[in-house]
């Protein structure tokens, strides 16, 4: 093994690491990013080779920073709290609370299912006296479980359809059955395991009309160019 092999495997060690064994003020990307930038200046990487490694990351980290203020934009305007609400009816309504992490996983990405439903799931738990923890579980469990159905459903994705030319048919046929039993089966998993002990009184919050005539359409037009784009020739 030559010598640069053996430091880029020194440097990327110590980068992985530096992620979990730091400081608490020092954030965790600042590991990763040294030892990159230590790695170029000690020559084992070149800078061509550099930019080459990071361009497939452009349009991802692109979408990232479109989708995921949209969706917080959604949430502030009380769209998701009133699908939540929606969906929120009878004494349990965890089955509808995974079916609606499931949808936002696949057709916004699985960083808007745990950013955002994260937190709108706790409160749900608090007002029916379910247990915080469990539920707020869910967005966790199906950012894994759900994220693979379509180019948009999580980085790794949008990374491997930028690179190989892969559309939203070639996701849906070869990933979307594995996705739909990964989410079944986690269901059956799930329920099993949480078995809601009411804790304290529960607390209802009202639909708003208001933000779902607003949030609609601007879901329905995101989905629809998710979904159907590539027809149109939009690519995902």
């Given amino acids: 093994m030559c010598a640069v092999?053996?430091?880029?495997?020194?440097?990327?060690?110590?980068?992985?690491?530096g992620v979990f064994v730091r400081p608490a003020q020092i954030p965790n990307w600042a590991s990763p990013a040294?030892?990159?930038?230590?790695?170029?200046?000690?020559?084992?990487?070149?800078?061509?080779a550099a930019l080459d490694a990071v361009h497939p990351l452009v349009s991802p980290l692109a979408f990232l920073l479109l989708a995921v203020p949209l969706a917080v934009m959604l949430d502030r305007?009380?769209?998701?709290?009133?699908?939540?609400?929606?969906?929120?009816?009878?004494?349990?309504p965890r089955l509808g609370l995974w079916v609606l992490a499931a949808a936002v996983t696949?057709?916004?990405?699985?960083?808007?299912?745990?950013?955002?439903?994260?937190?709108?799931?706790?409160?749900?738990?608090?007002r029916h006296g379910f247990n915080p923890t469990m539920l707020a579980m869910?967005?966790?469990?199906?950012?894994?479980?759900?994220?693979?159905?379509?180019?948009?459903?999580n980085l790794t994705n949008?990374?491997?359809?930028?690179?190989?030319?892969?559309?939203?048919?070639?996701?849906?046929?070869r990933l979307g059955p594995a996705s739909l039993v990964a989410v079944v089966v986690g269901w059956y998993g799930y329920r099993r395991t949480d078995t809601t002990t009411v804790l304290h009184d529960q607390i209802k919050d009202p639909v708003d009309p208001r933000a779902l005539r607003l949030g609609t359409p601007i879901v329905?037009?995101?989905?629809?160019?998710?979904?159907?784009?590539?027809?149109?020739g939009v690519p995902a």
């Fill in 158 to 173: 949008l990374i491997a359809a930028d690179r190989y030319g892969l559309g939203v048919a070639d996701f849906v046929s």
């Fill in 106 to 126: 696949t057709f916004l990405n699985l960083d808007a299912s745990v950013v955002l439903l994260t937190p709108l799931y706790i409160r749900i738990a608090r």
């Fill in 34 to 48: 040294a030892a990159a930038v230590l790695l170029i200046f000690i020559g084992g990487m070149t800078g061509d």
């Fill in 77 to 92: 305007l009380g769209f998701f709290a009133s699908v939540a609400a929606l969906v929120d009816t009878g004494p349990n």
């Fill in 220 to 232: 329905a037009f995101v989905v629809l160019g998710f979904t159907v784009g590539d027809l149109l």
């Fill in 5 to 17: 092999a053996v430091v880029r495997i020194i440097l990327l060690t110590a980068a992985v690491l």
């Fill in 138 to 153: 869910q967005p966790v469990l199906l950012a894994c479980l759900a994220s693979s159905a379509l180019p948009i459903s």
